[in-house]
């Protein structure tokens, strides 16, 4: 079922890939293009990064981050544990991407267990 959930985020407009990342078991489930393999590290960082932050300044929980440079990034904290990363190409729709994760984020949590 996770799986399928993921092969439907990476088949938004624009979408490489989709992966779930855990903070105890690092890369949990993939689905994208052959041949690319999930930023694994990349994602860790910038959920360690968002996780400083809360502590160093007042400014809360980071519960979602995007990046729009040289390609697209989405990252949406599923869990205190697990995070849902998606990527793609510039002039991706990430608006489409966020609303898709909204919908499906409870179902995402309940397989998660």
Known sequence: MMQRILAEFSALPGADQAYIVSRRDG?????????RAPMVEH?????????????????????????????????TRLSEDASLVISGK???RIARWRHAV??????????MR
């Not at 890369?27 to 041949?35: E, I, S, Y």
């Not at 909204?102 to 309940?110: A, G, W, Y």
Request: glycine share 16%; net charge negative.
């Open 27 to 35: 890369l949990v489930a993939a689905v994208g293009k052959r041949g």
């Open 43 to 75: 994602a860790t960082q910038l959920v360690q990064a968002m996780d400083k932050l809360e502590q160093t300044v007042s400014v809360g929980r980071g519960l979602e981050l995007w990046s729009e440079g040289g390609g697209l990034f989405l990252l």
């Open 90 to 92: 510039k002039g991706g």
């Open 102 to 111: 909204e919908c499906d984020v409870d179902m995402l949590n309940s397989v």
